[in-house]
């Protein structure tokens, strides 16, 4: 599935989003437990070039506010920025 992602992106992202993904892969395996911040800044860097291109601006939206979408509500304090 994530290869179709992969190969959706390559086609139609545009430069930033293409960046975004590659941070967001790269991210991954550096993400130590306890400090998820860097993989949800990820995330939220990924999903806000994503929406960009779609033509969203996301000029008001708060901190983390896509990634807190798919967090459960408990799980927020995560988010260092929140």
């Known amino acids: 599935m994530?290869?179709?992602f992969t190969q959706d992106v390559?086609?139609?992202?545009s430069a930033a989003t293409v960046n975004a993904l590659n941070e967001y892969q790269r991210g991954g395996?550096?993400?130590?437990?306890?400090?998820?911040?860097?993989?949800?800044?990820n995330t939220e860097t990924l999903l806000r070039a994503l929406r960009?291109?779609?033509?969203?601006?996301?000029a008001t939206l708060e901190p983390f506010a896509l990634?807190?979408?798919?967090?459960?509500p408990d799980?927020?304090?995560k988010l260092s920025d929140s």
């Open 52 to 58: 960009k291109d779609l033509g969203h601006s996301d």
């Open 10 to 13: 390559m086609t139609w992202g």
């Open 67 to 72: 990634t807190k979408l798919v967090l459960k």
């Open 2 to 4: 994530f290869g179709a």
């Open 29 to 41: 395996l550096k993400v130590t437990p306890g400090d998820m911040t860097a993989l949800f800044q």
């Open 75 to 77: 799980e927020h304090h």
